[in-house]
């Protein structure tokens, strides 16, 4: 039997954690949300272990989903760094720009904007590699990388992109939930976000910095991205910590309300790290700009 599952098992595997649940990555691939889950089991007896914590809401990877959602990023954005090199190779001229960043920067931060960049730019094209990585590598063929962090890197030029914002936030639904049956956001189940990486901050660093009570923050929800976090907080199973980055958009458009305790502004901020051997320096240096001017303006 071939080790390997088809590949269009790991792609709508790779969707369904790109889009934060298994609807949404139905009316991504344009499929009933039923494909979507015959799919991801017919995905989990090929490999022979389940992929997917289905107890929880939306479903979280499992330690063995984990894995192999790493070797599907990292093997796509190896094949996407090898074609931008081919059509490099074939057009050198050509206006593309390469930018790495993490998933759920890419998805609500950098993609809604590249909406109006377009309309200003049509003759750029900018491909979008997200990682898994918390550090996006500058890899041949990568012109940007988008890093929060404080800045202290020598693979690049480093830009100061905005500052970070972090406030909890949840669904005005949950505000509701909570008011109606006598409760508190003292005692709110909390949206967990499980990283190894200690810049990012967690519930207990926030209750701590900010001199508030634990209370609730053992009990709710716990992810490993905040794709899948946000994606909870939205269908309003909790409070989550906010990042300007990851909900400021749907906190503008008042899909997520602040939980009404005190906003945090952590040490490090995003940068845009420009490579030095990328080929559309030019190109490069004007996205970033362009990006620059579009955060001070929000």
């Keep these: 039997m071939d ?3 088809p590949l269009r098992l790991l792609a709508v595997f790779e969707t369904v954690q790109r889009a934060g649940s298994a609807k949404a990555a139905a009316g991504e691939l344009n499929v009933s949300l039923s494909a979507v889950s015959q799919s991801l089991k017919q995905l989990e007896a090929h490999i022979g272990a389940p992929l997917l914590d289905r107890s929880t809401r939306p479903a979280s990877l499992t330690e063995a989903g984990a894995i192999l959602f790493r070797a599907v990023v990292e093997n796509r954005e190896r094949l996407t760094e090898a074609l931008d090199d081919i059509r490099a190779l074939a057009d050198p ?30 003759d750029v094209a900018v491909n979008v590699l997200t990682s898994v990585q918390e550090t996006p590598r500058l890899a041949p063929g990568t012109d940007i990388a988008m890093r929060y962090g404080d800045g202290r890197w020598e693979d690049g030029a480093v830009e100061l992109l905005f500052h970070e914002r972090v406030e909890p936030v949840c669904a005005p639904s949950y505000v509701r939930r909570l008011k109606e049956t006598g409760g508190s956001l003292g005692t709110a189940f909390l949206i967990h976000v499980e990283t190894g990486d200690r810049r990012w901050i967690s519930w207990a660093d926030y209750l701590a910095r900010t001199g508030q009570k634990a209370a609730g923050s053992a009990k709710g929800l716990r992810f490993s991205n905040y794709v899948q976090a946000t994606q909870a907080a939205l269908s309003g199973h909790g409070v989550m910590l906010g990042w300007r980055a990851i909900t400021g958009d749907h906190v503008a458009n008042r899909q997520l309300i602040p939980a009404g305790l005190p906003p945090l502004t952590p040490n490090n901020a995003y940068h845009a790290v420009l ?22 303006s929000e």
Excluded: I, Q
């Excluded at 960043?101 to 609500?108: E, L, N, P, Q, S």
């Excluded at 051997?277 to 362009?290: C, H, I, K, P």
């Design 3 to 5: 080790r390997l599952p």
């Design 93 to 122: 001229t050509g206006a593309t720009v390469t930018v790495a960043c993490t998933m759920g920067f890419a998805t609500y931060w950098l993609m809604p904007r590249l909406e109006a960049f377009y309309l200003e730019h049509p």
């Design 275 to 296: 490579s030095h051997r990328s080929r559309n320096r030019e190109t490069s240096e004007m996205l970033v700009e362009w990006l620059k001017e579009a955060a001070d």
